[in-house]
């Protein structure tokens, strides 16, 4: 059976995991890091005008937030955008997956004099955040939740890798694709295909012997899952 290691965090992954599974694939979940809520004092959002979210895992760090919730909420995504509204957020507008659809997405329903409020971890870089103060917009960072990174591999997926079981391996950001190359440095990825969210999630795989690297058409679940059954099929044995 064709074996399928993803590498998102616990509760992405277990969603997609059970899709691949009613797929006819066998499945490994490892997550590279692990996502820590942070003790970060709420700011005054009294002048916030709307709500960025680029990952989900923000989402699980949210507690007292009923205020926010009737502000528009743009959402990097269909996945963070179904989270958004299972957290209670009402007025949402979702990108395809890319940054630069959520800039657009952004410039195009709100006034130059916006105030918004990027919730978000540790890691997330500026981008978003420069490219709106630019425009004359002004954004608040949220840092909510830490990802740390894991600094060995599980007995479990060592062994797997050891005996040449995995046959494609998921990775859904840059920094999984960072923490994974030099874990698996001493490792025989020849067998395995490395299906990467973009381009950028797939250069630090790059270090790495793979049987093939490919590269999903745009970046969401939806097109990962294709690009695994195009060039990974299910094989039954």
Same mark, same amino acid.
């Given at each position: 059976?064709?074996?399928?290691?993803?590498?998102?965090?616990? %509760? &992405? *992954?277990?969603?997609?995991?059970? /899709?691949? @599974? +009613?797929?006819?694939?066998?499945?490994?979940? =490892?997550?590279?890091?692990?996502?820590?809520?942070?003790?970060?004092?709420?700011?005054?959002?009294?002048?916030?005008?709307?709500?960025?979210?680029?990952?989900?895992?923000?989402?699980?760090?949210?507690?007292?937030?009923?205020?926010?919730?009737?502000?528009?909420?743009?959402?990097?995504?269909?996945?963070?955008? %179904? &989270? *958004?509204?299972?957290?209670?957020? /009402?007025? @949402? +507008?979702?990108?395809?997956?890319?940054?630069? =659809?959520?800039?657009?997405?952004?410039?195009?329903?709100?006034?130059?004099?916006?105030?918004?409020?990027?919730?978000?971890?540790?890691?997330?870089?500026?981008?978003?955040?420069?490219?709106?103060?630019?425009?004359?917009?002004?954004?608040?960072?949220?840092?909510?939740?830490?990802?740390?990174?894991?600094?060995?591999?599980?007995?479990?997926?060592?062994?797997?890798?050891?005996?040449?079981?995995?046959?494609?391996?998921?990775?859904?950001?840059?920094?999984?694709?960072?923490?994974?190359?030099?874990?698996?440095?001493?490792?025989?990825?020849?067998?395995?295909?490395?299906?990467?969210?973009?381009?950028?999630?797939?250069?630090?795989?790059?270090?790495?012997?793979?049987?093939?690297?490919?590269?999903?058409?745009?970046?969401?679940?939806?097109?990962?899952?294709?690009?695994?059954?195009?060039?990974?099929?299910?094989?039954?044995?």
């Amino acid at each position: 059976m064709t074996k399928v290691l993803i590498t998102r965090p616990q %509760e &992405a *992954a277990s969603e997609l995991a059970n /899709k691949l @599974i +009613k797929a006819g694939y066998s499945v490994l979940s =490892e997550p590279m890091f692990s996502i820590q809520k942070l003790d970060a004092a709420k700011p005054n959002t009294s002048s916030t005008n709307a709500i960025i979210l680029t990952s989900r895992n923000a989402l699980t760090s949210l507690n007292e937030i009923k205020d926010l919730l009737a502000l528009p909420c743009f959402c990097v995504g269909p996945k963070t955008a %179904e &989270a *958004a509204a299972a957290k209670g957020f /009402k007025n @949402i +507008k979702h990108s395809e997956g890319s940054k630069t =659809e959520l800039l657009e997405l952004i410039n195009a329903h709100t006034p130059t004099t916006a105030t918004l409020l990027h919730i978000c971890g540790t890691a997330t870089d500026d981008y978003i955040s420069a490219a709106l103060t630019k425009t004359g917009r002004k954004v608040n960072m949220w840092r909510v939740y830490e990802a740390k990174p894991f600094s060995a591999f599980s007995p479990e997926l060592r062994q797997a890798l050891e005996k040449n079981e995995i046959n494609a391996a998921l990775f859904f950001s840059p920094r999984t694709a960072r923490i994974f190359a030099p874990l698996a440095a001493e490792n025989n990825c020849a067998n395995i295909t490395a299906i990467a969210i973009s381009a950028e999630a797939a250069e630090p795989l790059k270090t790495l012997n793979w049987k093939q690297i490919a590269i999903a058409q745009k970046p969401l679940e939806s097109n990962m899952v294709e690009t695994l059954t195009r060039v990974c099929p299910v094989i039954k044995r």
